[in-house]
């Protein structure tokens, strides 16, 4: 079974301070990791992912997320953060097996950002 | 190009009616998934076609849902009769299976069975 664990339900941040939403996962195989972001009312949108490469994985927004094997972590940076990037932010894992397909999300974390 | 594509945004209901939700995947894509959103129990998992076969609906609560998908641009998902232990917000999202496999949603449908 694959789990990921998003330990803070709620960041807050300081507008222009680097931010951190911490993700650990735990799937058998080699790890498919996602981060992706939801605003109020609106749908989940795909920020980043790390597939195999660098451990240092750069997507939208200006967001990053560093890959630890040793420590299954995945955690979402972003140097200078913006009160637009209040929203809650999902983790995913999935297995990078040729038959899977399940996503497993965690719970989510608040990011709020203050002016 | 249009993203996925969800319909109605919100429904109201009574317990006891049938709610269909409707779900048009993103063209060229051939796995969709039916995931269901509350603050209780966060994303779960409803059903996953592909190629419009249901391959994976252990997640579907019990025999009042059920999901179709007729063909490679249309699905559905029916609750038969709705109960307010139903009441979430439902995202069917796309993909491309061979892919890295990230996800795309919709917008969402909100429900609400009073």
């Known amino acids: 079974a694959q789990s990921v664990a998003q330990p803070e339900d709620q960041v807050n941040v300081a507008e222009g301070n680097p931010l951190t939403v911490k993700c650990t996962y735990s799937v058998s195989g080699n790890p498919y990791l996602f981060w992706y972001v939801q605003y109020p009312n609106r749908g989940l949108q795909f920020l980043l992912k790390?597939?195999?490469?660098?451990?240092l994985v750069k997507g939208s927004y200006g967001f990053e997320a560093e890959f630890n094997k040793s420590q299954t972590s995945f955690h979402l940076k972003k140097p200078s953060a913006l009160v637009s990037d209040s929203a809650l932010y999902f983790c995913a894992v999935r297995d990078s097996g040729a038959g899977s397909y399940q996503l497993t999300f965690g719970k989510g974390t608040k990011l709020s950002v203050i002016p | 190009d249009a993203g996925v594509i969800q319909s109605p945004r919100h429904e109201v209901t009574e317990m006891g009616q049938e709610v269909t939700l409707r779900c048009k995947p993103i063209?060229?894509?051939?796995?969709l998934f039916w995931y269901r959103q509350t603050m209780m129990r966060g994303l779960e998992l409803l059903i996953y076609f592909n190629n419009n076969v249901p391959i994976d609906d252990s997640g579907m609560p019990e025999d009042r849902f059920s999901a179709k998908m007729p063909n490679a641009s249309f699905s559905t998902l029916k609750i038969q009769p709705s109960e307010p232990r139903d009441s979430a917000v439902y995202f069917c999202?796309?993909?491309?299976?061979?892919?890295?496999?990230?996800?795309?949603f919709g917008e969402g449908s909100r429900l609400t069975v009073l």
């Open positions: 790390y597939i195999t490469g660098d451990n």
């Open positions: 063209s060229g894509h051939n796995s």
């Open positions: 999202a796309s993909s491309l299976r061979g892919t890295t496999g990230e996800l795309f």
